[in-house]
């Protein structure tokens, strides 16, 4: 068993949520609070390694939330992750929003094949398949943004699981451009959760694909906004 010890945030959607592993037990907390996450994040973080009885000086790494989502929301996340990160010089791990909810199905449902799609405004959403692969979910291809009714149909040799927040605002046109072939079963998972980062984040770390706090990066999938690192290094 991997005795790593990850803090994971992510407040990339409607969901704000913290969690810590260690191996051995997992402490999360969590709630839908749109405009709350700046207020939020710090009091569970504190809360989350005051019952795992740790400090931030502890910590193997840091996992974080970079998108797609709310501009505001991963851009949050990652400037807390950072700071914390960087006080500490603790790496960063970071887990797509779309990996996080197809996780969270295999959790839940045992999904081995997972269509997600959130809610971009715009008359958009972002939107990728994922593959489990020995437990894991793995994206496959890249993540897009794209109108809903541009999506390719879906490998007819699997069930594929939906996730996500476009199929709450788009239930119809995603299904219809899925093809007649697919077999498709919903889920209720509309937001990715801090927990379902941590499996996907505890291989990554192990890969050595953890950064340094000045090194991370997010990723809007969209390129209207650029995020700006921390200053002070090259």
């Avoid at 919903?186 to 990715?192: A, K, Q, V």
């Amino acid at each position: 068993m991997n005795s790593s010890r990850l803090l994971a945030i992510d407040s990339a959607t409607e969901y704000c949520s913290v969690a810590y592993t260690d191996g051995q037990q997992l402490i999360t907390r969590g709630q839908e609070a749109p405009r709350k996450h700046a207020d939020l994040i710090l009091p569970y973080v504190q809360d989350v390694l005051a019952e795992a009885k740790i400090t931030l000086a502890d910590l193997d790494a840091i996992v974080v939330g970079r998108g797609p989502g709310s501009f505001t929301g991963v851009r949050i996340a990652a400037g807390i992750a950072q700071g914390l990160a960087f006080s500490q010089d603790i790496p960063l791990i970071g887990v797509s929003s779309l990996e996080a909810m197809a996780q969270q199905a295999l959790r839940l449902h045992g999904a081995k094949a997972v269509v997600a799609a959130i809610d971009a405004r715009m008359g958009e959403v972002y939107f990728g398949t994922c593959l489990a692969e020995h437990g894991l979910m793995v994206m496959q291809g890249k993540e897009i943004v794209c109108a809903p009714d541009t999506v390719k149909a879906l490998a007819a040799e699997y069930e594929w699981f939906t996730v996500g927040t476009g199929f709450v605002t788009y239930p119809e046109v995603l299904a219809a451009r899925f093809g007649t072939e697919a077999r498709v079963t919903p889920t209720d998972i509309r937001f990715p959760h801090a927990e379902d980062m941590l499996p996907i984040a505890t291989q990554r770390l192990i890969n050595g694909k953890a950064v340094a706090a000045e090194d991370f990066d997010v990723h809007y999938v969209r390129n209207e906004v650029t995020w700006q690192k921390l200053p002070g290094r090259s």
